[in-house]
C-alpha cells in the first residue's frame, strides 16, 4: 500500500508541472433548484417545478466536489435519508432509509432499472456495489412510489444514473486518490458519441486496510484490521436509427472481498465475504409524434460467500461455518408515454421473477450443522398506468395505479394521487397521496424453519403535504409534513414452547415528521441546509426478537434512525480555480435494540468536514478532503467502530 501512495503522490505532483495555466469556471453547483429537469418522478423527463413529488437532485457538479466520499456518505446528508453504516469501515453491510423505514423498504434504480438481491431476508441491495466515479446523477424521490415501481417503493426511491457519452465528442477520464487507511482508488473510463452510435467503458479499483470493525471495549489491542478489496467494471453500447430508434447495451460487474468481525465487540481474524453483482441490461425507444414506447431487459444476480475458517475461534459452538446465497431476478418492462395538449398519459405493465439458492455448512462442538438448502421462486406481473395534467394557471394533478398479480398470495392494488399549484411562477403547494406495498421476500416465504407461504404483501398509505419557495435562481426552499402507516408488516416471531419460530403479518407502523431544505446563493458564496424531524411507533404482539409480550402493545421501534438530523455546507469559489467548503453533519441520540434487555441509547454527535480543490488547467483538478476534523469519538451500530479524523487526497482529470 505504501508504494500506492508514492503513485499518487508522484501523479499529483507531475500534474502540477503539466497542468495548463488557464483555468475554467466552475459551473452552479445547485442540486435543489426547481427548474431542474428530473426522470424519476414521473418515468419521463419533467421539471421539478411541474412536479408535486418530492425529490432531490444531487447532479453532477454537486458529485465532483464530493472527492473522496463515497455514494453512502453523499446520500446520508440528504434531508430525510439515512445510511446506516455509510461512516462504518469499508464493506459494511449498509441499509438505505427514508423517513425512518425499516430494511428494504427503499427502493434502488440503476438508470431506471429496479435491482435488489432476493437472497436477502429483506431483499435490499448492497451499495457498496456502486462507485461514485461511475455517477452522472442522482435522483431520491421520496413517498410511496409503488404505483411506478412496483414493490419495496414504500418510503421512496433512489436512482442512480449513470454517465451518458455526449454527441459528437470522445472523452477519456478518471480518478487516482488516497488517504486514510491506506485506502486507494483508481479509476479510468473512456466514452464516445459519433454517427449515431455511443459507447462507454469505465474501470475503478478500491483497496483498503480498513480498520476493526468490531469494537475492542477492553482495550486489549489485539483486535486486527478489516481489509477490503473491490474491482468494478461498466460497459456500454447503443445505436440511434435515425430519429425514431434507439437501443442500447449494458453490462456491470463488481466484484469484493471484505474481512469481518465476529460480531457486535467481538473480533474475528479469519471470517471473509466474497461477493460478486452481474447485471446486463437491454433498452429499446421509439420516437413518435406525441409521445414515445420503452421496452427494458435486464439480468441481475448477486452471490455472496461467507467463509468464517478454523484456525482463530471467536464462538466455540462454530468452529467453522461456509454459507453461499444467490439471488437472481429477470425484469422486463413495456410501457408508453402519450402527449395531448395538457395531458400526459402513461401505461405499462411489467414482468418480475426472482429465485434464489441459498447453502450452509458449519460444526463446532455439537457437531456438524448443515440444514436443508433453500431454492425458491416467484413470479409477478403488473399493469399500471398514471394521468398527469397541468394547465398554464398553475395547477397540477397526478392520478396512477398499479395491479400487481403474485405468483404466491394473489393480487394487490396500488393508487396515487398527486395535486400541486403554483403562485405566481414562486411558490408551490402541494399534497401528495399514495398506496405502496412490499412482497415478502423468497426468505420469509420458503424457508424450511420460519417461512410461511400465507404471508400477505405489506401494505403502506402514506401522506405528504408541503410548500416549495423559489422567489429567485440563487434561492430555493422546501418544507414538508409527511406520514405513513404501514399494516400487515411482516415480523419474525418465536414460540418459546415450542422452540421455533415463523414470519407472520403481526404488525403495525406509523412514521411521521418533518423535513425542511433550502439553498442560497449570492457571488461566489453558496449555503445549503436541511433538517429531519422522524419519528414513530409500532404497534404489535412480540418485541423486537419476536418473543410474544401478550397482547397488542405500541412502542418505538425506529432503531438506530435519529429524531433529529442536520446538514450544513457553506461552500466558497475563491476563485476560478479555487474551491473551498465546509460541511457539518449532526444526529441526535438514538436508540438501539438489544436482546433481552432495554434499547442502548446511542449518544448524537457532530461531523466537521472540510473539502478544497484546485482545478490546474481544463483538464486536472485536485482535491483534498479532511473528514471529522474533530476525531470525534461516535457509533451508528452498538459495538462497532466507526471513522475518526481521516483524509483522502488525490486528482481527477478529462481529457
Known sequence: ??????????????????????????????????????????????????????????????????????????????????????????????????????????????????????????????????????????????????????????????????????????????????????????????????????????????????????????????????????????????????????????????YYTADLDGGSFIDEKDHTVTNNNQQAVATFLYRFKKGNIHANYSYHRVERDYLDDSSYVSNPVSRYAKSNFIGATHFAELYTKWQWQNVNLLGGIDYRLENTNQSFYSTGIYGPYAPPNLEAQMHQLSPYASFVYQNKKGWHLELGSRLNIHSTYGKNLTFTLNPAYIFSNKIKVFANFYSAYKVPSLYQLFDAFAGNQHLQPEKSNVGEIGMSLFTAKNFSGRITGFYRKATHTILYTYNPVTFSGIYLNAGEQQNYGIEMSLHYKKGNWRFDGNYTFTDGQTKAGFDGAGNPIGKDTTYYNLYRIPKHAINLTAGWQLSKAVFLSVRTHTVSQREEYVFGAAPATLKGYTLVNIYAEYAMGRPIKWFLQLKNITNTKYVDFLGYNTKRFNFATGIHFEF
Open 1 to 254: 500500500m505504501k508504494k500506492h501512495f508514492f503513485v499518487v503522490a508522484a501523479v499529483v505532483c507531475s500534474s502540477q508541472l503539466l497542468a495548463q495555466k488557464t483555468t475554467t469556471k466552475q459551473p452552479d453547483s445547485t442540486h435543489q433548484i426547481l427548474d431542474e429537469v428530473v426522470v424519476t418522478a414521473n418515468k419521463y423527463p419533467t421539471k421539478q417545478s411541474e412536479t408535486g413529488k418530492v425529490i432531490t437532485v444531487i447532479n453532477k457538479v454537486e458529485i465532483s466536489k464530493n472527492g473522496g466520499n463515497s455514494l453512502s456518505e453523499i446520500l446520508n446528508r440528504v434531508s430525510g435519508t439515512t445510511i446506516i453504516g455509510a461512516n462504518n469501515v469499508l464493506g459494511t453491510n449498509m441499509n438505505a432509509s427514508i423517513r425512518g423505514s425499516a430494511a428494504g423498504n427503499v427502493l434502488i434504480l440503476l438508470d431506471g432499472i429496479p435491482v435488489n438481491d432476493p437472497s436477502v431476508i429483506s431483499n435490499y441491495f448492497d451499495l457498496n456495489f456502486i462507485n461514485l466515479s461511475q455517477v452522472n446523477r442522482i435522483e431520491v424521490l421520496k413517498g410511496g412510489q409503488s404505483t411506478l415501481y412496483g414493490s419495496d417503493a414504500v418510503a421512496g426511491v433512489i436512482n442512480i444514473i449513470s454517465e451518458q457519452p455526449i454527441k459528437n465528442t470522445t472523452k477519456i477520464s478518471g480518478d487516482f486518490s488516497g488517504g486514510s487507511y491506506n485506502t486507494l482508488q483508481e479509476s479510468i473510463g473512456i466514452t464516445g458519441n459519433k454517427q449515431g452510435k455511443n459507447f462507454g467503458i469505465h474501470y475503478t479499483h478500491i483497496a483498503a486496510d480498513g480498520f476493526s470493525a468490531a469494537t475492542d471495549k477492553n482495550n486489549s489491542g489485539s483486535f486486527d484490521k478489516d481489509g477490503f478489496n473491490q474491482h468494478i467494471l461498466q460497459g456500454s453500447f447503443g445505436c440511434t436509427l435515425g430519429k425514431k430508434i434507439t437501443a442500447t447495451l449494458k453490462g456491470n460487474y463488481s
